[in-house]
């Protein structure tokens, strides 16, 4: 007999028990551990196929045009000063252009990974196993979904960068970057087990919103293991599986 779905109140509610910023960070390290799962390969290998393609062009990209420009900027007698610019350059890279190339990577993903927490969740009996949708119906739905977080990304991320050039304001501006990016990137990835029970986004902000801590612990651990080189291609993947675990476990706490 199929387990009864609990309300979206009683989901908010259970999630908030979760709310602690160590235990929702675990997710991640286990989502990590379970990528190697022979039931998850079909969902996994073109993901990380797309990531170390996109991962490794946007180094070798970044590191060619940066030492053009490094080299024309700077005077053969300023030569020494070349390693502040590429410091610069690493900073910029990481909290700039490498989380640009995830949300590609993402969105080319998007229909694997909705297949991926969805096969989380039936294991763990998070949730009834739903039909299973035709490949192009899941493709459709999930660049939807994607593109749709995406114009939420972009309205926020805009004028953040706008504050990199304000005098005064550019100094806090990587700050409130990095915990910008931390906050989608969890958005981004709760979002995949949250759709495959029919909850929107809306309603994922307003559930999100009631357990802010956690949510950032959870994304501020994706975006520190984007940061690292051959790890980052790993994270998209463990972080849906480890979201599929967080709302999974949370909803077996719920009774039916």
């Given at each position: 007999?199929?387990?009864?779905?609990?309300?979206?109140?009683?989901?908010?509610?259970?999630?908030?028990?979760?709310?602690h910023?160590?235990?929702?960070?675990?997710?991640?390290?286990?989502?990590?551990?379970?990528?190697?799962?022979?039931?998850?390969?079909?969902?996994?290998?073109?993901?990380?196929l797309?990531?170390?393609?996109?991962?490794?062009?946007?180094l070798l990209?970044?590191?060619?045009?940066?030492?053009?420009?490094?080299?024309?900027?700077?005077?053969?007698?300023?030569?020494?000063?070349?390693?502040?610019?590429?410091?610069?350059?690493?900073?910029?890279?990481?909290?700039?252009?490498?989380?640009?190339?995830?949300?590609?990577?993402?969105?080319?993903?998007?229909p694997?990974?909705?297949?991926?927490?969805?096969?989380i969740?039936?294991?763990?009996?998070?949730?009834?196993?739903?039909?299973?949708?035709?490949?192009?119906?899941?493709?459709?739905?999930?660049?939807?979904?994607?593109?749709?977080?995406?114009?939420y990304?972009?309205?926020?991320?805009?004028?953040?960068?706008?504050?990199?050039?304000?005098?005064?304001?550019?100094?806090?501006?990587?700050f409130?970057?990095?915990?910008f990016?931390?906050w989608?990137?969890?958005?981004?990835?709760?979002?995949?087990?949250?759709?495959?029970?029919?909850?929107?986004?809306?309603?994922?902000?307003?559930l999100?919103s009631?357990?802010?801590?956690?949510?950032?612990?959870?994304?501020?651990a994706?975006?520190?293991?984007?940061?690292?080189?051959?790890l980052?291609?790993?994270?998209?993947p463990?972080?849906?599986?480890?979201?599929?675990?967080?709302?999974?476990?949370?909803?077996?706490?719920?009774s039916?």
């Amino acid at each position: 007999m199929e387990a009864c779905l609990p309300s979206h109140d009683a989901l908010s509610m259970t999630l908030e028990r979760l709310n602690h910023p160590s235990l929702s960070a675990t997710y991640l390290l286990r989502g990590l551990k379970l990528l190697a799962t022979p039931e998850l390969r079909q969902f996994i290998w073109i993901p990380l196929l797309t990531n170390l393609v996109l991962y490794a062009a946007a180094l070798l990209i970044g590191i060619h045009y940066f030492s053009v420009f490094v080299h024309d900027l700077l005077p053969a007698w300023l030569g020494f000063l070349s390693w502040v610019l590429w410091l610069a350059f690493a900073v910029a890279f990481i909290l700039i252009m490498y989380f640009s190339f995830t949300l590609m990577a993402n969105l080319i993903g998007a229909p694997f990974y909705g297949r991926l927490a969805e096969k989380i969740m039936a294991q763990l009996g998070g949730m009834a196993a739903s039909p299973e949708q035709p490949w192009g119906k899941a493709l459709t739905s999930g660049l939807a979904a994607e593109f749709g977080r995406l114009r939420y990304f972009l309205a926020r991320a805009i004028p953040l960068l706008i504050l990199f050039v304000i005098p005064g304001l550019n100094l806090v501006a990587p700050f409130l970057w990095l915990w910008f990016n931390a906050w989608f990137l969890a958005m981004e990835y709760l979002a995949y087990p949250l759709e495959e029970q029919g909850i929107g986004f809306d309603e994922q902000r307003r559930l999100a919103s009631g357990m802010r801590t956690g949510v950032l612990s959870f994304g501020g651990a994706a975006l520190l293991g984007l940061a690292v080189p051959g790890l980052n291609v790993l994270i998209p993947p463990a972080a849906v599986i480890g979201a599929a675990l967080y709302v999974s476990e949370s909803r077996s706490r719920v009774s039916p």
